[in-house]
């Protein structure tokens, strides 16, 4: 991702620069937003912004966004999200909005420009709505992924200058909302989904965090990062459960950016007042009990009430064989279940198609055997009638 920044922080480099285009005193919000993305014009590629001096249009842009959404809400208290959207395109038909009503007075709102984003609330009664907070200005949370919001953290420099680790303190990123059930003590809850901007690749980043609104300001209750495909990231929330489809990377072989990776799913729980993080339950099980010989395999280490003598060799030969630094197998190709799940064939770039036979031993996979099956491709070396795959 680190190169896509770059790329797009020169492209943006490329366009004319021009003078500031201030509105002019009194003028309303839409005269003030035309002339925010004017002075942004050659410095705003649609993800990222190219130099701290465009910083200060980026943040007059979403100010003025705010100012003609309290003025709109204000005139029409009654107005639905496609009203709201319909208005807001007068501003810029690539506009997009969400909002939810937290209380009879107070509302929460996102916007979206290409994949940068805006997330305050406005409170006030029916006729007076003003921007009351906006998550660009939480200052320095805590939690450092928040910082995401803030509109310098909208610069290319800000990846660039940071290890990959890092990169969730950084911009652009757009808010996905999901209202949640009040809390016991009353207090209104959402959740929000920031979605880091990424200019190319099959896999996303983004983080998830719970909010209280006691009418008054948002609390953050919890916040978590992490990174799902871009076909397969649609969060689902029923009763009091909330599950997000995650990517993870597997220890022993790499996984290409539009692969499935380390497939699995992030559970949480509404509790009566905050909410309990249930960790990640791995949807292919099966895959982290071969990623798991490997790494001990690595290590010289044995499992035998996971892994035969048999298999522990067999992977021993394999290491001695392969890279002795970075992932052992190379990239995965591919894998196949049978349908009696008694036999499952991993495929790498470098150590081509290997069969497993498995077994349940304590409600754990054990892996009994390994044999070579090819070069190639699952695909190839194995046809297993009613096989589940992957990749």
Not at 109 to 118: A, F, K, T, Y
Not at 140 to 165: F, I
Not at 179 to 194: C, E, I, K, S, T
Not at 204 to 224: E, I, M, N, Y
Request: proline share 6%.
């Amino acid at each position: 991702m680190r190169a896509w920044a770059s790329l797009a922080a020169s492209l943006a480099l490329l366009g004319m620069t021009t003078c500031p285009a201030h509105a002019e005193p009194g003028a309303g919000p839409a005269q003030a937003f035309a002339a925010a993305r004017a002075d942004l014009a050659g410095h705003d590629d649609g993800f990222f912004v190219d130099d701290p001096t465009s910083v200060p249009a980026f943040r007059r842009q979403w100010l003025a966004a705010e100012a003609f959404t309290a003025e709109f809400l204000s005139a029409h208290p009654d107005a639905d999200g496609p009203a709201l959207n319909k208005a807001l395109a007068e501003l810029d038909p690539a506009l997009s909005v969400s909002r939810v009503s937290l209380d009879p007075t107070s509302v929460l709102v996102g916007l979206q420009l290409g994949e940068q984003g805006d997330v305050f609330i406005l409170t006030g009664p029916s006729g007076k709505q003003n921007v009351a907070w906006r998550l660009a200005d939480m200052g320095h949370p805590a939690d450092a992924a928040l910082r995401a919001w803030a509109d310098e953290s909208a610069l290319g420099s800000c990846r660039d200058n940071r290890p990959d680790a890092d990169w969730a303190d950084c911009g652009g990123i757009y808010p996905t909302f999901y209202p949640l059930p009040d809390a016991a003590d009353g207090a209104h809850r959402f959740a929000l989904v920031g979605t880091y901007a990424q200019p190319g690749g099959e896999s996303v980043s983004a983080q998830l965090s719970f909010w209280r609104w006691d009418g008054h300001a948002p609390t953050l209750s919890l916040l978590r990062t992490y990174s799902s495909l871009l076909d397969s990231s649609d969060i689902k929330l029923v009763g009091d459960s909330m599950r997000v489809p995650v990517k993870g990377e597997f220890k022993s072989f790499l996984s290409c950016g539009s692969c499935a990776g380390r497939q699995g799913v992030w559970r949480f729980k509404l509790t009566a007042n905050g909410v309990q993080d249930l960790g990640e339950a791995m949807s292919f099980p099966w895959l982290d009990a071969v990623d798991h010989a490997y790494e001990l395999g690595r290590q010289h280490l044995v499992a035998p009430d996971l892994i035969s003598a048999q298999v522990s060799q067999f992977i021993a030969g394999q290491i001695a064989e392969g890279e002795p630094n970075g992932a052992i197998m190379g990239s995965l190709d591919g894998w196949m279940l049978a349908k009696d799940h008694r036999r499952l064939c991993v495929s790498t770039n470098d150590g081509g198609a290997v069969v497993f036979t498995l077994q349940v031993r304590g409600g754990r996979i054990f892996l009994q055997s390994a044999t070579k099956a090819g070069d190639g491709s699952c695909s190839e070396a194995v046809h297993w009638p009613g096989a589940a795959s992957g990749s």
